[in-house]
T-cell receptor, first 117, second 117 residues
Framework: NAGVMQNPRHLVRRRGQEARLRCSPV?????VYWYRQLPEEGLKFMVY????????ESGMPKERFSAEFPKEGPSILRIQQVVRGDSAAYFC???????????????FGNGTRLTVT | AQSVSQHNHHVILSEAASLELGCNYS??????LFWYVQYPGQHLQLLLK??????LVKGIKGFEAEFIKSKFSFNLRKPSVQWSDTAEYFC???????????????FGTGTKLQVIP
């Protein structure tokens, strides 16, 4: 009964490198959310994806950040040319999205802690 | 746009003390409400949820929350806390995005609870 799997758990990148964060949702879940957690700031919504579609990316920085959720394989959050300010914990969550009116609770992964040196 | 406010950023209690964490949201339509808990170094876990019906919701580990629609509030309570309740608590609202016709989950900034033995 695998939950949401995120890898890597910890990722260290030098400034200017690329970071790729992976998220495999709960089996059968077709909705994926990415959140960023900074100390004292709580969880900030970044992007909401369904299979092959970006539904809402209003929380994503306009530059350097991108996300995808392909038909096959995990969801990927990519950060290009990382800067120190990108250091944070990035959490992925999934839901089945059974009906729009029910609002299924989110299942969270363990997160990826990105450190930019 | 929907928003969630958690008024207490850091709460310190002695064991056996009663707990109440405030949560207010801003959204005029139908909402689903959640409380999540994040123990140190772990991912978020669902404590309890409100969809409809009885506004007093009971969750795991003796937690409960009351939905007061007129006050747009969903406060979390526990009559007697334990040292093991030391964690960060997040209130979340799942509501329909008016312009997009889809559900979106918004989190509060979190409340860090420290229980002293």
């Amino acid at each position: 009964n695998a939950g949401v799997m995120q890898n890597p758990r910890h990722l260290v990148r030098r400034r200017g490198q690329e970071a790729r964060l992976r998220c495999s949702p709960v089996k059968g879940h077709s909705h994926v959310y990415w959140y960023r957690q900074l100390p004292e700031e709580g969880l900030k919504f970044m992007v909401y994806l369904q299979k092959e579609n970006i539904i809402d990316e209003s929380g994503m920085p306009k530059e350097r950040f991108s996300a995808e959720f392909p038909k096959e394989g995990p969801s990927i959050l990519r950060i290009q040319q990382v800067v120190r300010g990108d250091s944070a914990a990035y959490f992925c969550a999934s839901s089945p999205g059974i009906t729009a009116s029910r609002g299924s609770p989110l299942h969270f992964g363990n997160g990826t802690r990105l450190t930019v040196t | 746009a929907q928003s969630v406010s958690q008024h207490n950023h850091h709460v310190i209690l002695s064991e056996a003390a009663s707990l109440e964490l405030g949560c207010n949201y801003s959204y005029g339509g139908t909402v689903n409400l959640f409380w999540y808990v994040q123990y140190p170094g772990q991912h978020l876990q669902l404590l309890l949820k409100y969809f409809s019906g009885d506004p007093l919701v009971k969750g795991i580990k003796g937690f409960e929350a009351e939905f007061i629609k007129s006050k747009f509030s969903f406060n979390l309570r526990k009559p007697s806390v334990q040292w093991s309740d030391t964690a960060e608590y997040f209130c979340a609202v799942n509501a329909r995005v008016d312009s997009g016709g889809y559900q979106k989950v918004t989190f509060g900034t979190g409340t860090k609870l420290q229980v002293i033995p």
